[in-house]
């Protein structure tokens, strides 16, 4: 093994671990399943830094072994939300390497929703309703307190009344026109921390339902006027939310015109874009 000794550099940091394990799960009772089909990354901090320095692998718990780990505990797991099952990788990985200092889990869960047959749930079908993912990740240094992030992704939204936008700064590049009625499509992406282990299942669902109603009900001045609004209900709605993170493109529809064709357009017929888009994100927390 060539040794690097010279001295001249030094790892910051470094982790590694397994990203994109998926995993689905289904929970077989009389009659009825359910499902659940989450994507984990697993990561490791640690003694690893002999492994980049002169390639000695002897701390090095393989990524494969951590992927064969979500799939071992996930067998016998009890863990109905996935805060829960990252606290059990967590504590499994632990407690076998104690060259490990600190383990983030991340995970992903896809929208399966149960059919809907004849008016009634289906036992043993489901639908993917959207693309939209909830998200959780858990961290835990060895000698620290739990760290717990939840979240969701690409939940695609779009409102067609009470959205403008106008006042605005204008130069000679400026060529928007000011809008008291314009449609909104977005894809939302929050994450948000709580102070402690919670109310994990309940509380996800109280957060992203305020985040829906004030999207829909918000008199939008921007984008980032509602996403303020939808950070600011989260955190009035779930004290144990201590900051939000939001980030929310404006897929812009833009309005077609149809004068050329002797028609008029009242505000009824858009092109849906999806590049260039705007980008908006905040982070709000208690003061
Ligand atoms: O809600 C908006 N915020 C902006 O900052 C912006 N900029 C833009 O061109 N359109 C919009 N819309």
């Given at each position: 093994?060539?040794?690097l000794?010279?001295?001249k550099?030094e790892?910051?940091?470094?982790?590694?671990?397994?990203?994109?394990?998926?995993?689905?799960?289904?929970t077989?009772?009389?009659?009825?399943?359910d499902?659940?089909?989450?994507?984990v990354?697993?990561l490791?901090?640690g003694?690893?830094?002999?492994a980049?320095t002169?390639g000695?692998?002897?701390?090095?718990?393989t990524t494969?072994?951590?992927?064969?780990?979500?799939?071992?505990l996930a067998?016998?797991s009890?863990?109905?939300?996935?805060e829960?099952?990252?606290?059990?990788?967590?504590?499994?990985l632990?407690?076998?390497n104690?060259?490990?200092?600190s383990?983030?889990v991340?995970?992903e869960?896809?929208l399966w929703?149960?059919l809907t047959?004849?008016?009634?749930e289906h036992?043993?079908t489901?639908?993917?309703?959207?693309?939209?993912?909830q998200t959780?990740?858990?961290e835990?240094?060895?000698?620290?307190?739990?760290?717990?992030?939840a979240?969701?992704?690409n939940?695609?939204?779009?409102k067609?009344?009470?959205?403008?936008?106008s006042g605005?700064?204008?130069?000679?590049?400026t060529?928007?026109?000011?809008?008291?009625?314009?449609?909104?499509?977005t894809?939302v992406d929050?994450k948000?921390t709580?102070s402690g282990p919670?109310e994990?299942?309940a509380?996800r669902?109280?957060?992203?339902?305020?985040?829906?109603?004030?999207f829909?009900?918000h008199?939008?001045e921007?984008v980032?006027?509602t996403l303020?609004?939808?950070?600011?209900?989260?955190?009035?709605a779930?004290?144990?939310i201590?900051e939000?993170?939001l980030?929310?493109?404006?897929k812009?529809?833009?309005?077609v015109?149809l004068s050329?064709f002797?028609q008029?357009?009242?505000?009824q017929?858009f092109?849906?874009?999806?590049?260039p888009?705007?980008y908006?994100?905040a982070?709000?927390?208690?003061?």
């Amino acid at each position: 093994m060539a040794e690097l000794t010279d001295a001249k550099f030094e790892i910051v940091a470094n982790r590694y671990g397994k990203s994109k394990v998926r995993l689905l799960k289904v929970t077989r009772a009389e009659g009825r399943s359910d499902v659940h089909e989450w994507t984990v990354q697993v990561l490791l901090r640690g003694d690893f830094e002999t492994a980049h320095t002169v390639g000695d692998n002897s701390k090095i718990v393989t990524t494969d072994t951590m992927k064969n780990t979500v799939y071992s505990l996930a067998r016998w797991s009890s863990a109905t939300t996935m805060e829960e099952f990252a606290e059990e990788l967590i504590e499994h990985l632990l407690r076998r390497n104690e060259q490990v200092s600190s383990v983030r889990v991340h995970i992903e869960a896809a929208l399966w929703k149960r059919l809907t047959v004849d008016g009634k749930e289906h036992p043993d079908t489901f639908m993917r309703g959207s693309n939209e993912v909830q998200t959780a990740t858990v961290e835990q240094a060895r000698a620290g307190e739990k760290k717990f992030i939840a979240g969701f992704a690409n939940l695609q939204l779009l409102k067609t009344a009470n959205s403008a936008f106008s006042g605005f700064q204008r130069d000679e590049l400026t060529t928007l026109p000011e809008t008291r009625d314009r449609v909104f499509g977005t894809a939302v992406d929050a994450k948000w921390t709580y102070s402690g282990p919670v109310e994990f299942a309940a509380m996800r669902k109280a957060a992203r339902e305020v985040m829906l109603k004030v999207f829909a009900d918000h008199m939008s001045e921007s984008v980032q006027h509602t996403l303020y609004a939808m950070a600011d209900a989260a955190l009035e709605a779930v004290a144990e939310i201590t900051e939000i993170e939001l980030a929310m493109p404006n897929k812009h529809c833009l309005l077609v015109d149809l004068s050329k064709f002797g028609q008029d357009n009242p505000n009824q017929i858009f092109v849906p874009t999806d590049e260039p888009h705007g980008y908006i994100e905040a982070r709000v927390r208690r003061k």
